[in-house]
Structures are given as C-alpha cells and as structure tokens.
C-alpha cells in the first residue's frame, strides 16, 4: 500500500523541512516554503530492485578498455546557436534555455522546429495551444510538414505520443509546466521539475534523441527550480537582452560538450530572430568624429572578435557628493580606473560626475576594454574627440601601467578587416606581433600618459 509523506520544499533552492518556516536557511529567501505531498510507491521500489539483478546490466571498465565514439552533431542550420552549442546538436543530450518572458525563446526554438529538413520534430507545448504557435510560424513564414505540435502538461502521456510520433528532436515548453503522476504536488513545484526532468533525461540518454528544455527564471534572473535542475541537464543556455533594445544575446551557461565562453547574437524582426553574423558593425555603426567621450574597444566573447563602442560623459558635479554610474560594466571596476587616474596620473576627477553606458545594450567583463574607457573618460574630461579610426585592446593595472591581453593578434585582425587605421596595445604583447603582417598601424604604449599625449598633444 502507497505511504504518503508531507514536507514543506523550498522553491527557490529545493530544501526541506519536516515544518513550514518563515525564511530558508539555504538560500535565505523568505516566504519560499510550500508544503508538499510525496508518495512512495513499495511496490515500484521493488520492481525496480528486481530489473536491477538482470544480466543486462553495465559493468564497470577499465578506463583503457572504453572505446570512445565520435557521434555525429546535427546542424540546425542556425550558425549562432551551432556555436554556442558547440558545433551542432550532440545526440542524446538534454539542453535547457532560460530567459525573461518574452525574450524570445520558444521563437527561437521553433525557428530550429522547422529549419531541420529531414528531421522529425516534437514540439510539446504547456502555455500556448497549437493554433498559436501555427499563428507565430506564419508570421515567421515557415512551415514544416515534419514540425508535430503537442499541447499537453502530463509527462505520462507526452510519452504515449512520443513512441507514436517517434521524433528525432524533442522540443518542451516549458518544463515547469509538466507535471507526472508519480509525484502528487503541483506542476511546476520542486519535486516536479526535478522528477521531469529526471525521467526526460532517462529517455533522452536510452533512445539517443536530443531533448531541449525550455525553463522560466526568477526574480533575480536565475533558472527557476532547484539547483540540481542545472546539473541534471548537458548544456544550460541563457537568452539575454533588453526589451528597449532588438539584439539578443545567447550565452552557454554549462555545456558538456564544447565551450562555456560563445556568444550567440541575434536580432528581433517581426518575421522572427535574424543571426547577427558581423555583431561588429551594430555595435559601432553610428559614429559622430565630432563628438568627445567615446571610444572603440576590441573585445573578444569566446573566440569571436568584436568591436564595441564605449561613451562617457564627465561634468563638474551639481550637488556635494559626485556620482558614478556604469551601464553595461562592472561600476567598481570603473571606480578602480577613475581611482588610477587620480592617483598615477594627476588628472582631477574626484569632484566630477562620472556616466559610463557600453553602446548597443551588451555587458561587458573583458578587461582588454580598460584602455578603451579610460580614453572615453579622458576624451570627455578634456572636451576633444577621439578618432573614429582608433581602436584599443589593453588591461589598465593599478599602478598605471598598460598591461597585455590575450588573443591579441585576432583583435587586431579584426580591427583591420574593419578599416581602422590605428590601434593601441600593450608594450608587452610584441611577442607574436610584427607590424609588417598589418595594414593597420600598431601602437604599443607602456603608460596612461603615453596614450594621452599621442591623442591630445
């Protein structure tokens, strides 16, 4: 007979309590506990206990005797989410997708429903009925007579149909939404998430089918569910942007089978996401040679150059305590700079106000781009522009020194496939770099003060 068990489970972060408390002890959120009803089924342990002693069993190897197979990946003829990706779909990998509402994601993951020639697609949805999601791909103007729409939240008949339909990709959206009878809680609770995305884990590791979840996110912009949901899954990837803004961006978060550090750039139409292939010249098409406080930083996500546009603007402060802003970067790493120029250099700006913003709405953490903001900073201080043509790629250390930065010879390639005609790096990095190999002239600089002097002296 089934015994029934009553815990109280944090949402935020899955801890339990045997009571209902006011604020978790985990993670230190407040009014997170729900209670919840868990039945252990006797009978299910024991056949599972049973199907355990079958011959068929895994045994251990030795790590020598394990032969490795090189699966091939599938194309989703989407180059930006390949590369974030890694090269394509791995078969039998689990991917989840997070993001704010409306980001775009189940666009997104349509979009690749019916790019896939050849491939037979399920695409489960929990929030939308499948006259909408018919509607979203006439406005994008695709249809695929593979694509199998699904509107259904119980996993226990996802997959009757799934053995029906025998798809090739599974697409879910979203996991928080599904819920299985094995657990008697809400959908959308811990307990559910974690036991869905368990049993989609089986099935994709056991019929070699990739699976890809879609996951909400909380408050804080995190995944929402437990922790563990993260670690259960291949690949977490993150689909960030600002609504005031049409370009998103796709980050990997974890990804077991390639690189955490690609970025994936698209831009929202009426017709659907439209891959950014050049991200270079969103990000510093508009330029003004007359205007003062901007500068053109090379930066690198993942193994991608881009070249980025920084603006700030100083003025004397209107009231008694100055004001530091920064969009788009780290404000203390900002306070360190202005802190260096204070100390290292004599330039005043303890008494001024001090705006920072990154053009195009993107976050940047690469330290290569300190040159690039100080010289904003300077620009912007002494009223006079900075060439349109000039670019900077160096680290600014707390002494005043301009240090290295790797994977410089890519950045500066790419400044020159843009037409810049000058660019300034560390005095360090000559090792690997010859001017006869560019067109575009190198400047290698040792000190703040060299920089300034070579563009306002």
Known sequence: MAKTKSVFICQNCGAQSPKWVGRCSSCGEWNSFVEEVITKNDKKRASVRTESTNDTIAKPLALTEIETENLPRISTNNNELDRVLGGGIVPGSLVLIGGEPGIGKS???????????????????GEESPQQIKMRAQRMGKEAADT??????????IFKHIKNVAPDILI?????????????????????????????????????????LIGHINKEGHIAGPKILEHMVDSVLQFEGDRNHIYRLLRSVKNRFGSTNELGIYEMEGSGLREVRNPSEIFIGNRDQSLSGTAIAATMEGLRPMMIETQALVSTAAYGTPQRSATGFDLRRLSMLLAVLEKRCGFKLATKDVFLNIAGGIKVDDPAIDLALVCSVLSSNADMPISANYCF???????????????CDQRISEA???GFEKIYISSYNKKGIDQKDYN???????????VFADLFG
Do not use: W
């Open 416 to 418: 020159e496939k843009l």
């Open 107 to 125: 666009t997104l993951m349509l979009q690749i429903a019916v790019s896939l020639p050849g491939k037979k697609v399920l695409y489960i949805s």
């Open 148 to 157: 199998f729409l699904l509107a259904e939240t119980s996993l226990d008949t």
């Open 393 to 407: 790629a160096a680290e600014v250390g707390l002494s005043g020194e301009i240090r290295p930065v790797t994977r």
């Open 172 to 212: 879910v959206d979203s996991i928080q939404t599904l819920h299985t009878s094995l657990i008697e809680s809400a959908p959308g609770s811990v307990s559910q998430v974690r036991e869905c995305t368990a049993e989609l884990l089986r099935f994709a590791k056991e019929s070699n089918i990739p699976v890809f």
């Open 440 to 450: 575009i002239e190198i400047k290698m600089v040792k000190q703040i003060g060299e």
